[in-house]
Each structure stands twice: as structure tokens, then as C-alpha cells.
């Protein structure tokens, strides 16, 4: 129970905190830019400064501690609320994108690292894919109050949501429709069917094959 950090003037006020997957860094997030600590070393490696209007809300490591490590980070600007996307070698943003029009009041990540669920203070939820940072799921007013936590199973399939509207609820995470290869085979088949009827009416096929389209 000693303290091995203790940095009194980090930030004005903190508002999260998360630890990364190995525990070797601390980041956290408050007034001001977001700042990442070695722990073992008790000191400030880097500094994520915001751009423009940017306000910085909650952080998540990846769970999945490999060579493509990332943080993620909530902000809020006037066009709405955005996921923010960080190198753990670099400190460096990879990308951002707006996901959503209202203030976002909770987040996290699931057990597998493939998917971002954000709370609104309208009482939505949404979750959204890691990779892309596109929205697959939305519970348009899941509660009455604004989402105040959020938490997936260990298999990353359900998400738990609470809010101050004192229901709990939970969302069966529906998967990403791929539809990406039956649109491929219908396009396949439509132009061997082009391909025979021009060879058809050309006659380049044999003639009994020919005999038998006619």
C-alpha cells in the first residue's frame, strides 16, 4: 500500500485513469493535455496535447498488449463527441473520428479488443469498432438519464450499461453483417453469364454447346 506515484500537480482535476495491459504505464486524463507515466520510473514519458477545441474525456488501453498497442481517448468539440487514437511507441494520435453528436459520459473497451462502447448524457449507447472507429451498434435512449458506466462480458458479446436513471440494462451486441462475399459471387456469376452469351452469339463456342444454348 506505499505510494510509488504521487504527482500533486498532474492536472487541476482528474477525470479517468487506466492502466496499460503490462501495467507499465498509468494515463491519465484531466484538465489539460493527457499524460502518460512509467510507473516503475514514477515519471511523465509523454504528453498528448489536444488540437483546437478539443476537451479530452476518458482513456482505454488496448487490452491485447502486442507490437500494435494503441489508447484510446474520448474528446468533445462543438460538432460532437470523437474517438481519438494513440501509438503506445510513438504517443502519436494514428486517428480520430466523430462518432457521435452529443457529449459522450462513458466508455470502455471489451475483453478482445475489437470493440468501443460510449455512453451519451442523452441515455444512448453505441458500440464501435476498434479498428475503424465506425459505429456498429446504436440503443438510441437505452436510459432516461445519462449513461454513467459501461462494462462487456468476458466474451465481448453482451454489454452491461447503468445510468442515473437506476436501471441497469444489458445489450446483445449484434456481429457486422459480411455480405462483402456474396456480393463478389453474384458479381462473378453475372459476368461468366456475359462472357457465355457473347461467346455465344460470336460463335467461339464448340457447335454442340452452341446447339444446346439456342
Known amino acids: 500500500m506505499e505510494n510509488i506515484l504521487d504527482q500533486a ?4 482535476s ?6 496499460s495491459p503490462d501495467g507499465k504505464f498509468l494515463a491519465s486524463v484531466g484538465s489539460g493535455p493527457c499524460r502518460i507515466w512509467d510507473v516503475s520510473k514514477s515519471t511523465s514519458v509523454a504528453s498528448l496535447t489536444k488540437e483546437n477545441d478539443e476537451i479530452f474525456g476518458y482513456c ?4 491485447i498488449n502486442d507490437e500494435n498497442q494503441v489508447l484510446y481517448i474520448t474528446t468533445m468539440r462543438d460538432q460532437g463527441g470523437s474517438i481519438s487514437k494513440w501509438s503506445t511507441t510513438t504517443w502519436r494520435r494514428i486517428k480520430s473520428k466523430r462518432v457521435v453528436r452529443d457529449p459522450i459520459c462513458a466508455f470502455n473497451i471489451s475483453p478482445n ?3 468501443l462502447a460510449i455512453g451519451t448524457i442523452e441515455g444512448d449507447v453505441l458500440v464501435v469498432s476498434s479498428n475503424n472507429l465506425q459505429v456498429q451498434n446504436v440503443v438510441k435512449k437505452a436510459h432516461l438519464g445519462l449513461v454513467t458506466t459501461l ?3 468476458e466474451d465481448s458479446r453482451a454489454l452491461l450499461s447503468a445510468s442515473l436513471d437506476s436501471r441497469v440494462r444489458v445489450t ?3 456481429e457486422e453483417k459480411k455480405s462483402g462475399l456474396s456480393l463478389w459471387i453474384v458479381i462473378l456469376v453475372l ?3 456475359i462472357a457465355v452469351y457473347y461467346a455465344a452469339s460470336n460463335g467461339i463456342l464448340p457447335l ?3 446447339s444446346i444454348l439456342k
Do not use: M, T
Open 113 to 115: 479488443g475489437k470493440l
Open 60 to 63: 482505454r488501453f488496448a487490452p
Open 9 to 12: 500537480n498532474a492536472h487541476a
Open 191 to 193: 459476368l461468366i453469364a
Open 14 to 19: 482528474v477525470k479517468d485513469l487506466d492502466f
Open 172 to 174: 446483445i451486441i449484434k
Open 151 to 153: 462494462k462487456f462480458s
Open 208 to 210: 454442340e454447346l452452341n
